[in-house]
C-alpha cells in the first residue's frame, strides 16, 4: 500500500523555524518527484515546493521562496521541508503529495494525511 | 502570475448531473486534473490529464477541458460526492490550484 506519513508540526513563534517530514511506503520513492501543499484554516489548497525524484531540481511558490528549503534522502525514503522566518500567514496544515510529472501533467496522486504548523506568539 | 478560476459553489439534486467549471488563460493548451476534498480529510485525485480516472474513482466521474475551460462532471450525483472540489495545472515552472468550489447535494 503506497503510503506517506507526514510529522515535525507545531507550534513556532514568528520568526520561528521547524523540519516537516514525509515518510514514504509502498513505492520506490527515488524514482518520483514530489511535493508539499498546504491549507490555511478555512481556504484552499496552495501549493508550497517540489523536487525532482533525483533531487536534481526544485521548486518554490514565490510566497515562500528564500524562506523555505525542500530535500529528500533517497536512502530514508523521506522528504523534507525546512521552514524558515515563519509568519502568521504560514499557519497550515502542510500535506505531502506523490508527483507526477508525466509528459505535461503534473498531478498529485498520493496525499498524506498532513501535519499542522501553527505560527503564533 | 497564472490564475484558475472556479465558482465558489455549485448545488445539485441526488442522481442530477453536477458541473464544475474551472477557468484559465489557454488551459486547454495545458493538462487540468482534479481533487476531491472532504470535511477533515486529504485531497483525493479524481482526474488527471484532463479526462483520465485514477483507479477506483467511479466512472460518474469524467473531465474535459477546450480552449479557456476545464470541467469536471459528475452525472448521478450522489450525496457521497459532497465535497470541496480543486482544480490544478501547471504553468511556468509552478503548481496552480483553482480556488476550489464546495459542491452541496440537496
Known amino acids: 500500500e503506497v503510503q506517506l506519513v507526514e510529522s515535525g508540526g507545531g507550534l513556532v513563534p514568528p520568526g520561528g523555524s521547524l523540519r516537516l517530514s514525509c515518510a514514504a511506503s509502498g513505492f520506490t520513492f527515488s524514482t518520483y518527484a514530489m511535493s508539499w501543499v498546504r491549507q490555511a484554516p478555512g481556504k484552499g489548497l496552495e501549493w508550497v515546493s517540489g523536487?525532482?525524484?533525483?533531487?536534481?531540481?526544485?521548486y518554490y511558490a514565490d510566497s515562500v521562496k528564500g524562506r523555505f528549503t525542500i530535500s529528500r534522502d533517497n536512502s530514508r525514503n523521506t522528504l523534507y521541508l525546512q521552514v524558515n522566518s515563519l509568519r502568521a500567514e504560514d499557519t497550515a496544515v502542510y500535506y505531502c503529495?506523490?508527483?507526477?510529472?508525466?509528459?505535461?501533467?503534473?498531478?498529485?496522486?498520493?496525499w498524506g494525511q498532513g501535519t499542522t504548523v501553527t505560527v503564533s506568539s | 502570475s497564472y490564475e484558475l478560476t472556479q465558482p465558489p459553489s455549485v448545488s445539485v439534486s441526488p442522481g442530477q448531473t453536477a458541473s464544475i467549471t474551472c477557468s484559465g488563460d489557454k488551459l486547454g493548451d495545458k493538462y487540468a486534473c482534479w481533487y476531491q476534498q472532504k470535511p477533515g480529510q486529504s485531497p483525493v485525485l479524481v482526474i488527471y490529464q484532463d479526462n483520465k480516472r485514477p483507479s477506483g474513482i467511479p466512472e460518474r466521474f469524467s473531465g474535459s477541458n477546450s480552449e479557456n475551460t476545464a470541467t469536471l462532471t459528475i452525472s448521478g450525483t450522489q450525496a457521497m460526492d459532497e465535497a470541496d472540489y480543486y482544480c490544478?495545472?501547471?504553468?511556468?515552472?509552478?503548481?496552480?490550484f483553482g480556488g476550489g468550489t464546495k459542491l452541496t447535494v440537496l
Open positions: 503529495a506523490k508527483w507526477v510529472m508525466d509528459y505535461g501533467d503534473y498531478n498529485m496522486d498520493v
Open positions: 523536487i525532482s525524484g533525483s533531487a536534481g531540481s526544485t
Open positions: 490544478q495545472t501547471w504553468d511556468s515552472s509552478s503548481v496552480v
